[in-house]
């Protein structure tokens, strides 16, 4: 695979007007992990050789993935995106909310470029995830105001915000690749197994990772008081003065950011929230490669999910 | 035709978060003119009678076209719309990029429900329309810092922000009832005369207009230094003092808004520009109302865009 072979973006600076293009190729041409494209084409390459015939459907996938980090970027009101400036950062507002725009319908058109019996489907799947993930990012930001966010609520956030797009680009894959419907469904399940796994170990990453390798600022998350498992586990398991010295960070105006950082992690530390989060990652990893075990094709064809499922274990941003 | 068969903003509200959905309702819900959803169902009556086939395409062109106008208001800072506060005025800027983002994809999920065999082809006419109104939308933010756009960019301008979503809802009605290609193509450059009329008009209506009945602020476009096409042909058309006076106001930052409403009014009136503005408007008009003779239905069935037209002429909003 090969990434060139999925980035078209540099093409869109032939065209005008440029201050629309240049922060979508802005945008695209920082190198983000490609998850999406990647699974869209592994999808695909279960049933089909012609790998070269879903390469627009990836450019679709990766394009819609950028509008939406445009986007939250904006409402998060976000810096820094893979150690680059945000693009609302680096141009302006207004430039990321229309080139963000543009991201969306040009997403459309590289998805109309395949050109396959079954496009309406396709269409359709990727129609209904673009409105959940709109869904998923409003119930991320209504947790904002709120400090009694279940378990539950926040999965199911999750499920709308990352997970259900991970899930359509395999399931995408597997459709122009003419997969049976069960075996479609199947794969879908997977992928939010897989994304549900991933946005917690993102959570982990972002209070507990490199901030190097991770690309964004560790703790950036504790700052905005954004519910993450993490945030949510501890404030469903700890109590008394725990509790409470948690919720006066939650509430307090005036801090250095690294004083609340540091005292945020410790909370955490004290009621082993990394080790909890990490047992949830686990328990979605292993969903994930039961439902590929049920898969019935071939192990050797399966191989690169495998794989793929190793490394997201392991990985650092 | 009634308003009520193309609104099924109310059964939005039955859908969480209602945080997204709310400001999506309140946007589709305060009553425009429908000008888009009527000439997709007058294109598919051209051809068809059963129009209520057509009604998930009405509502997708009108969910498109608001979506436009709310992320607009967010770029312009505007405060009223439809004698309404903005969205973003009545919710906040998130909701208002997010709600946007959302009815963008809702306009697919409508126009998917429209199960014909040629709905690629729409697709990609509607995909194609909505690349080019964020182009549209762009090159008239850009215009803002430059005193010297010609009439043709201008033109061009408009063309793309406005004239192609009438176009294009056009066409898809027709196409939508399986009209021949000679015969949509015929409608779409219909549609592109009757949409540079229309822009026209409203920008002779934003300076000229009666504040209640157009709904917006009258002289918006003169503080906001907008290129409409009455600034670009004053700045063509005027020389010497009257010239530099245009120029002082433009680039003057502290006046009461009154005043310079007035002063820029008054230059206009001195160049004659509500009088070229109007020529070309009709200039427009005739040239659509020309295109409709040459369509090869009987008159009687073309009668209802003949008198569309009309009222368009002496529209007052």
Known sequence: MNAEMIDRSKELLNHSPLNL??????SLGIRGKRLRPVLLLLGYNLFADDIEKALPAAMAIETFHNFTLLHDDIMD??????NQPTVHKKFDTNSAILSGDAMAFLSYRYLLECNTGNI??????????A?????????DMDFENR???TESEYLEMIRLKTAVLLACSIKSGALLANAAKKEADLLYEYGINLGLAFQLQDDLLDTFGNQEMFGKKIGGDILANKKTYLLV??????TGNVK?????????KDFFPKEKIDAVKNIFTQVNIKEITQQKINFYFQRSTDLLNHLNIDKKTK???YSLGNQMLNRKN
């Open 77 to 82: 009101n976000a810096e820094v995106r893979r």
């Open 303 to 305: 191989e690169p999910f």
């Open 120 to 129: 309406s489907e396709i269409l359709e799947l990727f129609t209904k995830t």
């Open 244 to 252: 409470k010295e948690l919720l006066e960070w939650i509430h307090k």
């Open 21 to 26: 293009y240049k922060p979508v190729e802005y």
């Open 147 to 149: 400090t009694n966010v």
């Open 131 to 139: 409105v959940e993930v709109c869904e998923g990012q409003q119930f």
């Open 233 to 238: 586990k501890a404030l469903e398991n700890s």
